[in-house]
């Protein structure tokens, strides 16, 4: 059974830094691709950052220079470290964990979902 589970969510004030955790289990973590994905009241769920299995990251825009992703294979678990936090940050953050599969003569995007952790970003 596959299972992401975050951490590190909370209530911080602007300019504050907050790094989040995600640990996997049920996967070959090292083979998969890792994303750090958010949702803000009333907005679409979208993408903040994402890690290759390789190493090789990218961010949305809004976030760079402010948010670094990183994995550690070895603990199975992948981090968003978010500095200078802004009111704009505010959103469910959720783990993401991807990799392609063959499946009926096609090559699909298998993926996993964490619940989320809660990111409040407010003076």
């Known amino acids: 059974q596959v299972q992401l589970v975050e951490s590190g969510g909370g209530l911080m004030q602007p300019g504050e830094s907050l790094r989040l955790s995600c640990a996997a289990s049920g996967i070959i973590f090292s083979s998969y691709a890792m994303g750090w994905y958010r949702q803000a009241p009333g907005k679409e769920r979208e993408v903040v950052a994402t890690?290759?299995?390789?190493?090789?990251?990218n961010y949305t825009h809004s976030v760079k220079g402010r948010f670094t992703i990183s994995r550690d294979n070895a603990k199975n678990t992948v981090y968003l470290q978010m500095n200078s936090l802004k009111p704009e940050d505010t959103a469910v953050y959720y783990c993401?964990?991807?990799?392609?599969?063959?499946?009926?003569?096609?090559?699909?995007?298998?993926?996993?979902w964490g619940k989320g952790t809660l990111v409040t970003v407010s003076s």
């Open positions: 993401n964990a991807n990799r392609p599969a063959y499946s009926d003569r096609r090559w699909v995007r298998m993926d996993y």
């Open positions: 890690i290759t299995s390789g190493g090789s990251t």
